[in-house]
């Protein structure tokens, strides 16, 4: 079983749309979770962290965190073509002074 | 505040030489991590340093090391490069390493002819 893993892509969403990442982790006792947007020959940019279960909104970025279920989830609201690009998903296990990444969901936003 | 700065930004080389690289964290960050990724794995972690302690080492081969200086700043080094060590090499910073946040450089862009 993979640590950290992501629904597969690609996804496609129309302009204004909401495009929802989901991710699932092993670790039961993983405590800090983190989104990060990469462009295509671009380094990850980090978007969005949590911590507590629950709901996180910075923007039109929602990021949602539920323990028991082992799963973290990103929503884009609104999504403009400058959101196109693969969303990572990553989790600190344990503290254990790493992050483990998912393979990434591609997101392309139709114009 | 400047971000997290590489060098060099791209890197050429052939079997069997070694290669070293940089990373400069943000100010005040303590903790830098490298990761390697590749198409195929995705993106990988190598090793965590933190006050120029190694605190984690990821499942890579001996021919890959680090270490970190008294100003924060590291270095990774490669030995005996093989092909399968083209790759984008991305260094982190974070204040503390663990919990908290990580950001990324621009990568180092390496090519093993």
Redesign the interface.
């Known amino acids: 079983q993979k640590e950290v893993e992501q629904n597969s892509g690609p996804l496609s969403v129309p302009e204004g749309a909401i495009a929802s990442l989901n991710c699932t982790y092993s670790d039961r006792g993983s ?2 979770f ?1 989104w ?1 947007r990469q462009y295509s020959g ?5 978007i969005m ?1 949590i ?1 507590s279960n629950g709901d996180k909104e910075d923007g039109r970025f929602t990021a949602q965190l539920n323990k028991a279920s082992q799963y973290v989830s990103l929503l884009i609201r609104d999504s403009q073509p400058s959101d196109s690009a693969t969303y ?1 998903c ?1 989790v ?1 296990q344990s ?10 969901t591609t997101v392309t936003v139709r114009a | 505040k400047a971000g997290v700065t590489q060098t060099p930004r791209y890197l050429i080389k052939t079997r069997g030489q070694q290669v070293t690289l940089s990373c400069s964290p943000i100010s005040g960050h303590r903790s830098v991590s490298w990761y390697q990724q590749t198409p195929g794995q995705g993106l990988q972690f190598l090793f965590e340093y933190f006050s120029e302690t190694q605190r984690n080492k990821g499942n890579f081969p001996g021919r890959f090391s680090g270490r970190q200086f008294s100003n924060s700043r590291s270095e990774m080094n490669v030995s005996t490069l093989e092909l399968g060590d083209s790759a984008l090499y991305l260094c982190a910073s974070s204040q503390r390493g663990g919990n908290n946040e990580q950001f990324f450089g621009p990568g180092t862009r390496l090519t093993v002819l």
């Open positions: 405590q800090s983190f990060y671009k380094s990850p940019e980090l962290s911590y990572l990553a600190n503290n254990d002074y790493k992050l483990s990444f998912g393979a990434g």
